[in-house]
């Protein structure tokens, strides 16, 4: 059930451009009619008897001064000579532009206990015009003219506002720019203006909390994924079938880089292409996040549920924006739930693609080099008996502790006793650099490899 004291209303009418085809006044002295109402309108706007200074502002002794009550684009009040020059401006415009009036009331102390006044016309002018207009299928928000005031002489506080186009401004469907003929706002543009001016007035109390918290969620979530951090979650795999789709994934990524001359020093997960190897790389991809989040008990879930409860609040707050404002046909405008969803996702994904691309390329380094960085030598033996003995004794030189190390293997009278000891270990380490060779092949012949670094 809608409340039937809604937080803001909002009520427009216009008048249409002197020169548009759809108006029908033409007798004398409807042009100076016009011209009149210009003057009387922004003279009604900033009337100093309607006095914009709210309950804080009053006591705290805040004046105008110099200015009066009607702020400009800019956020600025106006001045006398502001007046003078607006009142010229819009005798012009209406020549060719309909011109659009509004009044936006507030429930009683609404704004009292959310906003101040002040910050209530910084926000309409510099966030909330510049958005509806925009909504509204004006081009260029340069290209149009809009003033306000905020009234409080009365027991609902509300704002007089008005807009229109300093030149041609409104762009149609087939992307010509002209002139708007439509002069009604639709109920659409009016909820979607109830809307943000809700929204900016319970930011900081309710909406930025919300988003805080879920912004929270989400660089917690990251952390896994970020290879920088210490519980970067792909380096613990440790799964054979999931280990195989990474290393297959980059093998992919390999084959896909070559294809397209990408030198780039990483892969943008969403600029991959939609082609038969593009749409292989993104299956698997997903299968691996699958894979990293289908476990109810994982840390990964719990966090994932956590962001989804976020967003589903932040959802939900929308919908009460259109339900406080009696509003019966809910507008899908929330656009920054399905945003944050989709960074997450793009931010999951650029993570694997790139760890699957480091860690095959690894991998393909170490078979094409198996034969020669891999094998361990009796120098090398030598070198690290050398080494252990000198964490033993720090007064002997290196030339003397690798002596000493030979005299302790190498000793015998006969040539074939002297040498007893060195054919055992090059004996021994021939067999383990065979077992090496030998699983370095399994492990080639069990992802495939050889087919991957052919092409």
Not at 145 to 165: M, Q
Not at 244 to 266: A, D, H, P, V, W
């Amino acid at each position: 059930m809608s409340k039937k004291s809604p937080n803001v209303v909002f009520a427009c009418k216009y008048l249409l451009s002197l020169n548009s085809i759809d108006n029908k006044f033409q007798s004398l002295g409807y042009k100076e009619d016009r011209t009149k109402d210009v003057d009387e309108m922004i003279d009604y706007f900033s009337n100093v008897k309607k006095n914009v200074v709210g309950m804080f502002e009053y006591y705290m002794g805040h004046t105008r001064g110099e200015n009066v009550n009607l702020v400009l684009e800019n956020g600025q009040y106006a001045n006398k000579k502001d007046i003078k020059k607006i009142k010229e401006e819009y005798k012009k415009y209406i020549e060719s532009s309909n011109l659009w009036k509004g009044i936006i009331s507030f429930k009683s102390d609404y704004l009292n206990y959310n906003i101040s006044i002040k910050d209530l016309e910084q926000k309409m002018a510099k966030e909330i015009m510049p958005q509806f207009l925009k909504y509204c299928g004006f081009k260029d928000v340069k290209k149009m003219s809009y003033v306000f005031s905020v009234h409080t002489n009365k027991k609902h506080p509300h704002i007089h506002l008005a807009f229109i186009e300093k030149q041609p401004n409104y762009l149609y469907c087939d992307k010509k720019v002209n002139y708007r003929r439509q002069g009604k706002i639709t109920k659409d543009e009016q909820r979607y203006l109830k809307r943000l001016i809700e929204l900016c007035i319970e930011r900081e109390k309710v909406f930025t909390p919300l988003l805080k918290r879920t912004n929270e969620d989400i660089d917690y979530l990251k952390s896994y994924f970020n290879p920088k951090e210490k519980n970067f979650i792909l380096k613990d795999i440790n799964e054979i079938e999931i280990e195989e789709k990474i290393l297959k994934l980059g093998c992919k990524l390999k084959e896909y880089r070559e294809l397209n001359n990408n030198t780039s020093l990483k892969i943008k997960y969403n600029s991959i292409k939609n082609n038969e190897l593009g749409n292989e790389i993104k299956s698997l991809t997903k299968e691996i996040k699958y894979y990293l989040f289908k476990d109810s008990d994982s840390i990964l879930y719990a966090s994932q549920h956590d962001i989804n409860k976020d967003l589903k609040k932040i959802n939900s707050y929308f919908d009460e924006l259109n339900e406080n404002n009696n509003i019966e046909e809910l507008i899908q405008k929330n656009n920054i739930v399905e945003r944050k969803q989709n960074y997450i996702d793009s931010y999951i994904f650029n993570s694997i693609v790139n760890h699957s691309l480091y860690k095959y390329n690894k991998v393909y380094m170490y078979v094409k080099n198996k034969n020669q960085l891999d094998v361990i030598t009796i120098e090398d033996l030598i070198q690290e008996l050398a080494y252990l003995n000198n964490n033993q004794n720090t007064s002997v030189s290196d030339k003397e502790r690798r002596k000493e190390v030979l005299d302790n293997y190498f000793k015998g009278n006969s040539k074939s006793s002297k040498f007893y000891a060195k054919t055992q270990m090059e004996k021994a380490l021939k067999n383990i650099n065979y077992e090496m060779q030998k699983s370095a092949d399994k492990f080639c012949e069990l992802f495939n490899y050889d087919n991957c670094i052919t092409k």
